[in-house]
């Protein structure tokens, strides 16, 4: 019912900025909780922020230098990153869940990743 293709990874250095996309194809956008999930080599895939619906409601796990957002009008969902550090390296999900959620396990839509790779 929903496809989403993440888009804005790349190389940056410690201290660099970066915004994500993650593009939505399929009706009732508006309708879904959108989440942003990290995994880096080793580790298991870890919560990052989640936004409601409306937008009006945010989740972060811990990181004030991390913003989502989402552009209803454009089914899209943004993160942008600031300040960013080595341990921020990993390949970045976007995914989809008709109810609130904050669980990988629990998000029925997923985007296909994009590595974000940051240098000392």
């Known amino acids: 019912q929903v496809q989403l293709v993440e888009s804005g990874g790349g190389l940056v250095q410690a201290g660099d900025s970066l915004r994500l996309s993650c593009a939505a194809s399929?009706?009732?956008?508006?309708?879904?909780?959108m989440g942003w999930f990290r995994q880096a080599p080793g580790k298991e895939r870890e919560f990052v922020a989640a936004i409601s619906g409306s937008g009006t409601i945010t989740s972060y796990a811990d990181s004030g230098r991390f913003t989502i957002s989402r552009d209803n009008p454009k089914n899209t969902v943004y993160l942008q990153m600031n300040t960013l550090k080595p341990e921020d390296t990993a390949v970045y999900y976007c995914?989809?869940?008709?109810?609130?959620?904050?669980?990988?396990?629990?998000?029925?839509?997923w985007g296909q990743g994009t590595q974000v790779t940051v240098s000392t």
């Open positions: 399929g009706r009732s956008f508006s309708s879904y909780v």
């Open positions: 995914a989809a869940n008709r109810e609130w959620a904050v669980r990988p396990y629990e998000y029925d839509y």
